[in-house]
């Protein structure tokens, strides 16, 4: 017994970062949810977060008044205000992405800032949103009809902000 708590240790933080990065590529798309941002950069998510056990890292800055630069993990990414029916999601482009399949396409996420501070970030499950949606119109249809579907939303990945 004391053999795999020693193994499971081990592997921990492999998992941790691993759901962290989960929670950042959902699934990919072929078009955004929206074309143009639907609110302006919140400066709340501006700068340097770090998983709470430190292996992954995202630095978040304001392109312009409407537009996020990414960087998670060594790639860079577009992001921006996509809310739908009063829903803050968000639409994240792939701009240097190593998987030349995922190269200019399009995750879906919710993230929110909580009350101690905590960034946490949750993906479009594509099992509500299929990936072979090919209209933005249909993303929003889908997503409006879900709003109050718990499956909605995978795994949450929690980041911290660097100080």
């Not at 959902?26 to 700068?47: M, R, S, W």
């Not at 430190?54 to 409407?66: C, E, I, L, N, Q």
């Not at 949103?129 to 995978?154: E, I, M």
Request: with cysteine.
């Amino acid at each position: 017994m004391k053999n795999r708590f020693a193994q499971l240790r081990k592997i921990t933080p492999f998992l941790l970062a691993l759901c962290g990065w989960l929670a950042l590529c959902g699934c990919v798309y072929d078009v955004p949810i929206t074309e143009k941002p639907t609110a302006p950069v919140n400066a709340q998510f501006l700068g340097n977060w770090t998983t709470p056990d430190g292996k992954t890292k995202m630095k978040v800055s304001r392109y312009d008044a409407d537009n996020y630069v990414l960087i998670y993990d060594g790639e860079l990414y577009h992001a921006w205000s996509s809310d739908v029916a009063g829903m803050p999601f968000f639409t994240v482009q792939s701009l240097d992405a190593t998987d030349t399949n995922a190269f200019g396409k399009y995750t879906y996420f919710v993230w929110r800032l909580a009350a101690d501070g905590t960034l946490h970030g949750r993906a479009v499950n594509d099992k509500i949103v299929p990936d072979a949606t090919k209209d933005s119109a249909a993303v929003r249809q889908l997503l409006a009809d879900n709003l109050q579907n718990t499956n909605l939303l995978g795994e949450e990945g929690v980041f911290v902000k660097d100080k």
